[in-house]
């Protein structure tokens, strides 16, 4: 298939990759020169802008890191004169995504809202969950692409906001089990308990999660914290949620207490750093550090 893919960054760089060596003939376009050509030198054919590329081919793929950049591309891409499906892979919220939808349909264009999870490791191995919704009909067309890049698809009905719904819910769960199981674990050094050990337990006890089975071993024990999901994108997300749910009067009581954290650890500088990366507060609150590097901050 002749696919666009606009937004190249940590995600968007593997995605192209997988559709490239799936065989199917891909354009590309980021506003990074940079970025566009990594999946340049790979075999795409770089674009010059979101509106070019979608005159030159039916089906476009955005993967772009906030919601109104996502409303700005769409509008750009809506000018094209071949684009019928656009398929946004993107953490958009559902209410940026009703205003996209509007804007599509205007043009004759569906919108498939199919927002992904599982990060970069994911995405570069192709095992993402990807939540699709919007037209049956436009979804099944794109179906075969999705699972390029995926491993677990899951239609989730008509409207193309009920994947950005799941999908803000999702980082909202991760993001209040992420910071809770920091300054637990911390406590734990403080304590006197050894850091790998303590997670051996939780991750075959009821306290494992994501945070605890993936993100804290791959990052905080030892000490690396490689940039897989900045802590700013990650507030993003956890605040939209929370407005969202303010909007239809769905109370969330405990989750504004990790999305009051992530706002905290951005003013200290850790808006580009790795959401696991503001562990290092209650670190230096309890006088100790977790990880390999022993007991003391």
Not at 183 to 189: F, I, P, T
Request: some cysteine; charged content about 20%.
């Amino acid at each position: 298939m002749k696919i666009g893919l606009v937004g190249l960054g940590n995600i968007g760089v593997h995605l192209g990759t997988r559709l490239l060596a799936a065989g199917h003939e891909l354009l590309v376009h980021d506003r990074n020169d940079t970025m566009q050509q990594r999946l340049v030198a790979k075999g795409a054919t770089g674009v010059g802008n979101a509106k070019e590329l979608a005159s030159q081919t039916e089906i476009v793929l955005l993967c772009l890191p906030m919601p109104r950049i996502v409303a700005d591309v769409a509008s750009e891409v809506a000018q094209g004169c071949a684009v019928r499906i656009v398929v946004d892979l993107s953490t958009t919220g559902p209410s940026v995504t009703k205003e996209v939808e509007a804007l599509l349909q205007a043009r004759d264009i569906a919108l498939i809202g199919a927002p992904v999870s599982g990060g970069t490791v994911a995405a570069e191995k192709g095992t993402l969950a990807v939540m699709p919704a919007g037209s049956e009909a436009a979804y099944r067309e794109v179906e075969a692409l999705l699972r390029v890049i995926g491993k677990n698809i899951f239609y989730l009905g008509a409207d193309p906001s009920l994947g950005q719904t799941m999908k803000i819910i999702n980082n909202t769960l991760y993001a209040t089990s992420m910071v809770a199981s920091c300054e637990a674990l911390v406590y734990g050094v403080k304590a006197g308990l050894d850091s790998k050990t303590m997670l051996d337990v939780i991750n075959v006890s009821s306290g494992r999660s994501f945070a605890t089975l993936e993100r804290i071993p791959q990052c905080a024990l030892d000490r690396s914290f490689p940039i897989r999901f900045t802590t700013e994108l990650l507030h993003k997300d956890i605040k939209m949620c929370i407005d969202e749910a303010e909007k239809i009067g769905a109370p969330m009581l405990v989750s504004p207490a990790a999305r009051q954290f992530l706002a905290f650890a951005i003013t200290q500088g850790d808006a580009q750093q790795d959401n696991v990366y503001p562990i290092r507060h209650f670190e230096g609150w309890a006088g100790v550090q977790f990880g390999e590097a022993g007991n003391k901050a």
